[in-house]
């Protein structure tokens, strides 16, 4: 079975580009997740899904950053405009249900100049 | 407000030594315990995870973790290191019902020296 995969693995953006992440969830799940990882701040919730449905949005990254699932198996995360400070890695992951237990994806490391 | 501590940002053994992560919890309620690796470059991989029954769950590659209720504690252990453990250890901890994510602890980098 295929896990989560994102795209792209690395991003290089000038301040003020827009970014987009992709993502694929494990076939099935229907819980979906976006965290940001930074060594000052470690794991961060960006947004939560269950069904398609948008279930919590992180309040402190509202402004510039937009999550979407557009269907059951692919999720998209942007960023607009990116800053200096966004550099870090995005991670996605998933479930079936509340399990307790997130399958990863690799990450996408995304470096803003 | 939930927290998860780990008060040990770094830990050193070497190969073939017992090893134990520690990890604190605040939390209300009924709840999900676990535990994952990361290793340089990747993503988050589940070691393991507590909800009831056995405090002492087992895990993948001869981890295991203890459940603590009266310490609010979920230490993962291994009796014998390998240098492929090393390696960044979460401990989180999450809701079992309704609207859920798991709240992670800073992590503890775990090196292996040979």
């Known amino acids: 079975d295929a896990g989560v995969t994102q795209t792209p693995r690395h991003e290089v953006a000038e301040k003020g580009q827009t970014i987009i992440l992709k993502c694929e969830p494990v076939?099935?799940?229907?819980?979906l997740f976006w965290y940001r990882q930074t060594k000052i701040q470690g794991l961060e919730l960006l947004s939560y899904f269950r069904s398609k449905s948008l279930m919590e949005d992180g309040g402190a990254f509202k402004d510039r950053f937009k999550a979407e699932m557009l269907n059951s198996s692919f999720s998209t995360l942007k960023i607009q405009p990116t800053e200096p400070k966004d550099s870090a890695v995005y991670l996605c992951?998933?479930?079936?249900?509340?399990?307790?237990?997130?399958?990863f994806g690799e990450g996408s490391k995304l470096t803003v100049l | 407000t939930q927290t998860v501590s780990q008060s040990d940002a770094h830990v050193t053994v070497f190969e073939g030594d017992s090893v134990e992560l520690r990890c604190n919890y605040s939390?209300?309620?009924?709840?999900?315990l676990s535990w994952y690796i990361q290793h340089h470059g990747h993503g988050l991989q589940f070691l393991l995870k507590y909800y009831s029954g056995n405090p002492v769950v087992q895990g993948v590659n001869g981890f295991e973790a203890e459940f603590s209720k009266s310490d609010s504690s979920f230490h993962l252990r291994k009796a014998s290191v390998h240098w492929s453990d090393s390696a960044v250890y979460f401990c989180a901890v999450s809701a079992s019902s309704g609207s859920w994510q798991l709240i992670f602890g800073s992590g503890t980098q775990l090196t292996v020296m040979p």
């Open positions: 992951a998933s479930s079936f249900g509340n399990t307790g237990q997130l399958y």
């Open positions: 076939s099935g799940h229907n819980d």
């Open positions: 939390y209300g309620g009924s709840i999900y």
